[in-house]
Antibody, heavy 124, light 110 residues
């Protein structure tokens, strides 16, 4: 059974960089059929797609965040990561990592496995 | 990018059917059949209920069904049950090679 687990600091200071890692167990990040994505949810608000990546290197980002987002994959550790720079209070949210179907080789497929989420607060 | 538009809330009595709409544009919902629906209970991660407009993952009840007409996708829950009370989100692929979620709908079982 595939499992995903987010990890990273729960508190980040304004203007600093938020870094999160997702560790995959029960499956391989190098599977040709999937992208790996990040989604966040501010307190009391809806879901926001941050971006998706393929283990081979292709990455896709939410244009509203693109200049601040960096995504990477570590196949040796079966992990993928996201960094969000210059954070503000508006970046306070629960961050989820998830597996996404690589339907037709575009990041339009469904997210079928999710991590439990990790709460990140931006505050001094 | 703008979020897809969903009604803030929908309610129904046990056994009834309800439909949640998800309105986008000709650049997202209207352009592709990559519409998914997610159910989220409080404090939990979302769970996919429908993908590719109308396909249901293994293990999801056949009381959940999806459809699309033009720029609007819909999720129908038939035979409403107490356990269906949750937040529901749609998502769609877009012509900009991105993904966008809907604003979310709170379903209340009366």
């Amino acid at each position: 059974q595939l499992q995903l687990q987010e990890s990273g600091p729960g508190l980040v200071k304004p203007s600093e960089t938020l870094s999160l890692t997702c560790t995959i167990s029960g499956g391989s990040i190098s599977n040709n059929n999937y992208y790996w994505g990040w989604i966040r949810q501010p307190p009391g608000k809806g879901l926001e797609w941050i971006g998706s990546m393929y283990y081979g290197g292709s990455t896709y980002h939410n244009p509203s965040l693109k200049s601040r987002v960096t995504m990477s994959v570590d196949t040796s550790k079966n992990q993928f990561s996201v960094k969000l720079s210059s954070v503000t209070a508006a970046d306070t949210a629960v961050y989820y990592c998830a597996r996404q179907s690589r339907a037709a080789y575009v990041p339009g497929g469904e997210f079928d496995y999710w991590g439990p989420g990790t709460r990140v607060t931006v505050s001094s | 990018q703008s979020a897809l538009t969903q009604p803030a809330s929908v309610s129904g009595s046990p056994g009834q059917s309800i439909t949640i709409s998800c309105t986008g544009t000709s650049s997202d919902v209207g352009a592709y059949n990559y519409v998914s629906w997610y159910q989220q209970h409080p404090g939990k991660a979302p769970k996919v209920m429908i993908y590719d407009v109308s396909d249901r993952p293994s293990g999801v009840s056949n009381r959940f069904s999806g459809s699309k007409s033009g720029n609007t996708a819909s999720l129908t829950i038939s035979g409403l049950q107490a356990e269906d009370e949750a937040d529901y989100y749609c998502s769609s692929y877009t012509r900009s090679v991105t993904l966008v979620f809907g604003t979310g709908t709170k379903v209340t079982v009366l």
